[in-house]
């Protein structure tokens, strides 16, 4: 079945430290995306991209980085410059002309600092 | 920022009640979405609405669009335990980007 796999689905961080969230689609669409939710909130936009190789910052890109060498990856880097990043992280992703479909959604990684 | 707006924040109603929530945005929009989130889940598209689009239907889901006002419902009727759940507009702005802006959702209990 086609779909998007988020991985791990519960992460711990320590402070100071690095995490990297995984997300891997195998629908064949172009644009990824990755969005934080925060308890009771709506979701706001940290990173997309449209092609490999290249990726644009949403409205909350501070203390985040991407990559995008594969179409089928867009993993997540939480550096330690995000100072809260308590928060469950949603991956999506969407064909190139496609936002007339809508986004695919994986399950989520509930990230937790300790 | 948060294109979509949502109301109620939250709402209660028994089995075999409709449901109706409401969306603001603030720009033109090409299309505004409806998506669903169980506790803890990813989100699942339900419904799509074109800007010249005035009203579509979905099975028990009813989307209603006013570009005049900047606004729109979504409307589920009989509803279900099952439709429990978080439930989310967003709007897409082809001039903005190939993204999607969220509102901060509307959390709807059905109780048996």
């Known amino acids: 079945d086609g779909g998007i796999t988020q991985s791990p689905k519960y992460l711990f961080r320590k402070e100071g430290q690095n995490v990297t969230l995984s997300c891997e689609q195998n629908?064949?669409?172009?644009?990824m995306y990755w969005y934080r939710q925060d308890p009771g909130q709506g979701l706001r936009l940290i990173y997309y991209?449209?092609?490999?190789?290249?990726?644009q910052k949403g409205d909350i890109a501070e203390g985040y980085s991407v990559s995008r060498e594969k179409k089928e990856s867009f993993p997540l880097t939480v550096t330690s410059a995000q100072k809260n990043p308590t928060a469950f992280y949603l991956c999506?992703?969407?064909?190139?002309?496609?936002?007339?479909?809508?986004?695919?959604f994986g399950s989520g990684t509930r990230l937790t600092v300790v | 920022s948060q294109q979509g707006e949502e109301d109620p924040q939250a709402l209660s109603i028994q089995e075999g009640e409709n449901a109706t929530m409401n969306c603001s945005y603030k720009t033109s929009i090409n299309n505004l979405q409806w998506y669903r989130q169980n506790s803890g889940r990813g989100l699942v598209h339900l419904i799509l609405i074109r800007s010249n689009e005035r009203e579509k239907h979905s099975g028990r889901l009813r989307v209603t669009l006013d570009t005049s006002k900047k606004s729109s419902s979504l409307l589920i009727t009989a509803s279900r335990a099952a439709d429990t759940a978080s439930y989310f507009c967003a709007t897409y702005v082809q001039a903005a980007g190939n993204k999607l802006t969220f509102g901060g959702g509307t959390r709807v209990l059905v109780k048996p």
């Open positions: 991209s449209q092609i490999v190789n290249d990726f």
């Open positions: 999506a992703s969407s064909t190139f002309s496609g936002l007339a479909l809508g986004y695919t």
């Open positions: 629908l064949n669409h172009d644009a």
